[in-house]
């Protein structure tokens, strides 16, 4: 009896559809058709372990999940096989999604906040293969210098956190594994391996063009972490709306970790920039406006940090050197001293 059993046809657990045995898949508490596999997610991979309960979530979820992609618009795509498409606000990361496709809405990829990412790894792997070539004896033999293929693939590793039916999702960049090809020690002079040093493939651009991608990537995601503008979002950005944009983040930032953190950016990126004193006088602004947020008050409408120069006539000298007549140093952004304050 439980032989022929097999055979019956069943109903989807999800949508009450009819399936042959050969036109469902199982799940831990029933069975699923194969036309509802396909609304789950691409990175879900615990299908056989998981309830009906679980899955009618995740379609429910991945529901959402296409309403909401009518308003996602990525403002940068890094990768070549996996594509990473990242939306940004204030150029500040906020939120991504991984495809294979251009068009990833067609696919109802999956929005992830950076937010929901507790780690991201770097993944170079390498191997290695000696070349080798047909003697007139029929032998396998080494070239006269050895002669080596290294082959590397390229992935970004991003654990998440907060989202029941993603775990982790690996991101491969390279559509084809990447093979450079150099011969060992004592090849040609200047060539691309050194005794001293051995094989470089940073000396190859297109390792660097990947290993690049890499670094960008997990660059956005730290700061999407920390909610913190990226300098990779100023690509193709004028000066002046870079500055701009790091002074209201500093306004506006979560803690005052993260405000000192922008803040010291931003001194760093025009320390040689003509207009510096200006762009100072509107970061320190910006800081004092963070701190009237940071306690609940609203700071004046017609607030500026040249009237606070006007207010305090005694100069006072900062440890970093630059003297001062405000409530905070031009130079560096730090506050004057108690001891020192008239008030």
Not at 118 to 127: Q, Y
Not at 139 to 161: E, G, H, M, W
Request: hydrophobic share 30%.
């Amino acid at each position: 009896m439980a032989l022929f059993d097999i055979f019956k046809k069943k109903d989807c657990e999800i949508c009450g559809k009819e399936v042959g045995m050969f036109g469902y898949k199982k799940l831990e508490d029933g069975e699923i058709c194969k036309e509802c596999v396909k609304l789950l997610s691409p990175f879900f991979d615990d299908r056989r372990h998981s309830t009906v309960k679980q899955i009618i979530e995740q379609i429910d979820s991945r529901m959402k999940n296409s309403l909401e992609l009518a308003t996602f618009n990525h403002d940068v795509c890094l990768g070549d096989y996996y594509k990473v498409f990242i939306e940004t606000k204030n150029n500040v990361p906020l939120r991504f999604v991984v495809s294979r496709l251009d068009d990833y809405k067609s696919e109802n990829a999956d929005i992830i906040s950076f937010q929901n990412v507790s780690a991201c790894t770097v993944d170079i792997d390498e191997s290695k293969r000696e070349e080798k070539y047909t003697n007139d004896q029929g032998q396998s033999v080494s070239y006269n210098p050895p002669r080596y293929t290294y082959r590397y693939d390229f992935v970004v590793k991003l654990d998440i956190a907060n989202i029941p039916y993603i775990s982790s999702i690996d991101i491969k960049l390279n559509s084809t594994t990447l093979e450079l090809e150099t011969v060992a020690q004592g090849g040609v002079i200047g060539g691309l391996f050194s005794k001293s040093v051995g094989f470089d493939p940073m000396l190859y651009p297109e390792y660097r063009e990947y290993k690049a991608m890499c670094d960008e990537i997990a660059e956005y995601v730290s700061c999407g972490q920390k909610g913190v503008v990226c300098g990779g979002q100023y690509t193709g950005q004028s000066e002046s709306e870079m500055i701009q944009s790091m002074i209201l983040q500093i306004e506006n930032a979560p803690d005052k970790e993260t405000m000192e953190q922008v803040r010291a950016e931003l001194i760093k990126m025009t320390f040689n920039h003509p207009d510096k004193d200006k762009i100072r006088d509107q970061g320190v602004e910006a800081m004092m406006r963070f701190e009237y947020k940071q306690a609940g008050i609203e700071p004046p409408a017609d607030f500026h940090v040249g009237d606070q120069k006007q207010k305090v006539g005694e100069s006072w000298t900062c440890f970093c050197g630059n003297t001062n007549t405000g409530k905070f140093c031009n130079e560096c952004g730090a506050k004057k001293p108690a001891s020192e304050c008239s008030d």
